[in-house]
């Protein structure tokens, strides 16, 4: 047994019986088609995103990987005092937190 879906187009407000896009005008009219394509689309951009981050390193992974033994250590250096600064951080945020919860 089959459900029969009629849906209205929402671009020229013909009446389709189960169909995905518009027989008039060719416009997508199927609510889960959408979310699909949707979905995919959120997909990429984080595919999209993450190759970006791999292909185009911060200013201190690129040193420490520096043929030059000088910028390496520069590198490596910059990069201790980020995590340094990072942990204080996220310590005090911490204990903040916890004496303000009491």
């Not at 013909?14 to 060719?26: A, H, I, M, P």
Request: glycine fraction near 4%; include cysteine.
């Amino acid at each position: 047994m089959s459900i029969t879906r009629i849906i209205k187009c929402s671009n020229c407000g013909v009446f389709n019986t189960n169909k995905e896009y518009c027989e008039n005008c060719n416009t997508l009219i199927s609510d889960a088609k959408k979310r699909e394509l949707k979905i995919a689309e959120v997909k990429q951009k984080e595919v999209d995103k993450v190759i970006y981050e791999l292909e185009n390193p911060n200013f201190a992974e690129r040193l420490k990987k520096h043929p030059f033994l000088f910028y390496r250590i520069i590198g490596w250096i910059l990069y201790s005092a980020i995590m340094i600064v990072t942990t204080i951080g996220a310590g005090l945020a911490w204990f903040i937190a916890m004496v303000a919860a009491g």
